[in-house]
């Protein structure tokens, strides 16, 4: 083969290479759609989401008055008790001695009294006030011996379900040192009312202004993960509480499907419904964008002489945003309008 044929056929070679690689890097590409969206109606609900327990609204502890022997015991966990049923019997015997005792203090008590009014002058107002005090809680203590003596017995303050019972016969009286959910230390009998079930959380001062009474909430608790109850708040504290540096305010709800599976200290999650709209235009909210006009969406704008479909910028008022990530349109699209979300070439 002649050498002018070969270099022909090189530089032929060079040049069909050459020509593929700059259309390969330089030539039209094909540009994948944007993603797409079909507005339609749709439910949008906000809501917040704290952690809670269930609490009785209608409860008492009973506590131990004195260290008194324990005689007789009326009623054990997880017994129904009605207002007035006597509970525990107590040694009177023994409470006799307290009373004694009682009486020597009140007496001490009352003659250290009298001596400091008639040193009054050398004696400051203060410890005089002191002296008067302890006088007068001699005597309280006295009554209240006085009055345990004459019943001689623990009886219920109210009709309830007994939860806690640390009286033992042939013990005495101290109540309980370890207080669990609910229980007072001193409380050795607690009898709660079922039916008053009620859920307490503490809220942030951020999300309270969005709270109200009535308003509707969702409760999950841990024991029954896959079952939701309906609440509503019935409650908001009016002053706040300090935990741990951070402002809360305690806010309790009623529970509308209330059973008798869910019990006194259970824990869970409440989602306080702070917004909603129902049945009304909405869209994904990654859809959105803003600009200097305020928010927008992109929608379709025709097709140029290439046939490339161009879209453009509708501005749209938005209402309640959603936890699913929908937003309510107010105005701007309607259903069934199909928007994308196009990326701009500065954002590229």
Not at 278 to 303: C, H, I, K, Q, Y
């Amino acid at each position: 083969m002649k050498k002018w044929i070969k270099r022909l056929l090189f530089w032929a070679i060079i040049l069909v290479v050459g020509g593929f690689l700059l259309w390969k890097f330089f030539g039209p590409k094909d540009v994948d759609p944007p993603e797409s969206y079909v507005v339609n109606t749709s439910d949008v609900q906000s809501s917040v989401s704290i952690n809670a327990t269930l609490t009785p609204q209608i409860y008492a502890n009973i506590g131990a008055e004195t260290l008194t022997e324990v005689m007789q015991v009326h009623a054990e966990v997880g017994d129904i008790v009605e207002e007035g049923d006597t509970l525990v019997t107590l040694d009177r015997a023994a409470l006799w001695k307290q009373i004694e005792i009682a009486k020597l203090d009140v007496e001490r008590a009352v003659l250290a009294e009298q001596q400091g009014r008639e040193d009054s002058s050398n004696l400051p107002r203060r410890n005089r006030l002191s002296l008067k005090k302890a006088s007068e809680q001699a005597r309280q203590r006295l009554q209240e011996l006085y009055i345990l003596n004459q019943k001689g017995v623990l009886t219920s303050p109210i009709s309830g379900l007994v939860t806690t019972m640390n009286a033992r016969e042939g013990e005495v009286v101290t109540g309980t040192t370890s207080p669990v959910a609910g229980v007072t230390a001193g409380t050795i009998i607690r009898i709660i009312d079922p039916a008053s079930l009620e859920v307490e959380a503490f809220i942030s001062e951020s999300d309270i202004v969005e709270m109200r009474l009535g308003q509707k909430a969702e409760m999950t608790f841990d024991a029954l993960p896959e079952e939701t109850f309906s609440a509503h708040i019935t409650h908001i504290d009016p002053e706040a509480s300090s935990i741990q540096d951070v402002i809360y305010f305690k806010t309790t709800f009623a529970i509308d499907n209330l059973d008798d599976r869910i019990r006194s200290g259970m824990s869970g999650d409440v989602d306080i419904i702070t917004q909603e709209a129902a049945n009304v235009t909405a869209l994904p909210l990654r859809f959105v964008g803003r600009d200097d006009n305020g928010l927008f969406v992109w929608t379709e704008d025709g097709v140029d002489a290439k046939g490339i479909v161009q879209y453009k910028k509708t501005v749209i008022a938005t209402g309640v945003e959603g936890d699913e990530g929908l937003v309510e349109i107010l105005s701007g699209v309607t259903k069934g309008t199909k928007i994308y979300n196009v990326v701009e070439e500065d954002e590229k």
